[in-house]
């Protein structure tokens, strides 16, 4: 068990741990759109029995016609905390569990987003093996024609994923056992991503050379920057010009990103080439002034939500690694089909928002999430100073993983980044009108990856906040040894240049004004009862 403030906290500032409980101690089912028009969406309501993986199968074709308003999306229920949500059903279902497993909601959360993301990495890595990369490629990132559909069969490949999941018997798994599946899953991606990560940083000049030698950021090697801006630049007025198809069919319109994408590429070659407008410089620096307490000032923000300030060495810093991680996203997109930005969200009032720049299919890692790591021994005997250090959280910067290790997000950077993927802590919770489309799993960084022979162990964006204390009982539960716990976003329905989303959860009953409760309803009632019939 964890501490008082463990007990505490959870219920008042932790979150995006996936599964989580809300305070009223019942299970919050998350909104989860499928990638492969609905094979990762197929969840039951709260009230009915999940579903094996051939009822899943069985079932999923009818998603193709279900209206997301009215069919998933309800957040306005009458119900208490939780939406109302009842987990009798789900309780009372042994296909929830493996053997031995307990009904702890919780626990039963987990299993039903270890399926649902095991199915988008299965179906994203029988589509890669059709030629799903080679077709990106080709096409563009957010392009598609009818010859590209038709080479790449998806309601096959759905079939496909399916059948190899319904072989592996999940349903009979323990949860230790689905947690071993889901992390043989994501560790070759993640070293895939990571040695993308490696060949971009060694393609551009890198501003930390000059933060290292305590050099000003103006004498940064900054030459091959402006060709990748000019470029991409280029790409994003003619797609604005000229669009085509979304590659994502239930994606957000990309114009919203595109022209976003647009006016940050032009803030930055205004600034490095010194042609922004004076009268406008002049009227930012005079608000700025006007504003400014303790040497800091605030004006409106930018296209990368960005406030400059009165610090005009801070502000050309910044600038210098917003063109670094615009270029490499750009990089990054040109190898692996798409890269990650963090811009102005396209939520009003949000603050900054990250948007995938490129197209990438269900099952895709989208951003880890960086920061401090607790471990549960260390979180249940926290000296009262530590303790009311991590009371602080205004802007819901914990997470807590399924095992209970805690990642402190808090003092994480968003700009200047070694992993520029490692802004898990800066995604926006999503809306009615602008749906989650990825979701939140825990994942460890393991000496089987052989991060540190292959030089990538600087982009693991984690650290401990104390040794951990292992034990004979808790290395059995590990399958390898783990270097570092973390966690990362995996896509659950296919994503092209539009701003990524997820399901807090948060653990309080104090909630603020712009937090609305995911609840996903993606079983009709019909479809529901269908489902809890044996099946012969």
Known sequence: MISSLVRRR??????RASPSLHGNGNATIPACRSTCATAVSALMPDNASVPTIRQFSESRRSFHTTSPQQNWWNPFSSGGGSGGANTSGIMSSSKTRGTGDSNDPRQLQERKDATLVLLALTFRRLWLEQGGLASTSLMGA?????????????????????????KEDLDSKTTLQLRQ???????????????????????????????????????????????????ELENAVDQLANPTPNRAEKGADPKIFLALKRKAIET???????????????????????????????VDADAFGYHETIDQEQNQQIRLFQAYNMCRSAQLKAAYGYGIVALQSSLPGAGRGVYVDGFCPAGSI?????????????????????????????????????????????QSPYTVLTNPWAVGHIINH??????????????????AMNLKSLNLESYVPNKYAKPRNLTLLGSLWEQDVVDMHGMCLVTTRDVCNEEIYYDY?????????????????????????????PQD
Request: some cysteine.
């Open 505 to 533: 959860r948060l653990m309080t009953p104090h909630r603020p004004s712009w937090y609305q409760t995911v609840q996903d309803t993606a079983y009709t009632n019909k479809e529901a009862e269908e489902a809890k019939e």
């Open 430 to 447: 999503p809306t009615p009108a602008h749906p989650p489309n990825c979701r939140s799993v825990m994942v460890n960084f393991t000496s």
């Open 142 to 166: 957010g392009a598609c024609d009818d010859d590209c559909q038709e080479k790449i069969d998806r309601e096959k490949i759905i079939d496909m994923a399916f059948s190899e999941l319904e």
């Open 268 to 298: 930055l070659m205004e600034k490095q080439q010194g042609n922004s407008n004076e009268e406008t410089d002049q009227i930012s620096q005079d608000k700025a002034v006007a504003s400014s307490e303790d040497g800091v000032a605030w």
């Open 366 to 410: 989208v951003a880890f999430q960086p920061g401090v790591v607790w471990s549960k021994e260390h979180l249940v005997a926290l000296p009262i100073e530590e303790e009311r250090q991590l009371e602080k959280n205004d802007n819901y910067q914990m997470s807590l993983r399924p095992d209970d290790f805690m990642i402190d997000s808090r």
């Open 10 to 15: 959870v219920g008042s500032h932790w979150r």
């Open 181 to 231: 599946t889901l992390q043989a899953g994501l560790e070759d991606q993640i070293v895939e991503i990571f040695q993308h990560f490696a060949e971009v940083d060694q393609s551009l000049p890198n501003p930390n050379v000059a933060l290292e030698k305590e050099e000003p950021v103006s004498s940064a090697d900054t030459s091959g920057y402006n060709p990748v801006l000019v470029l």
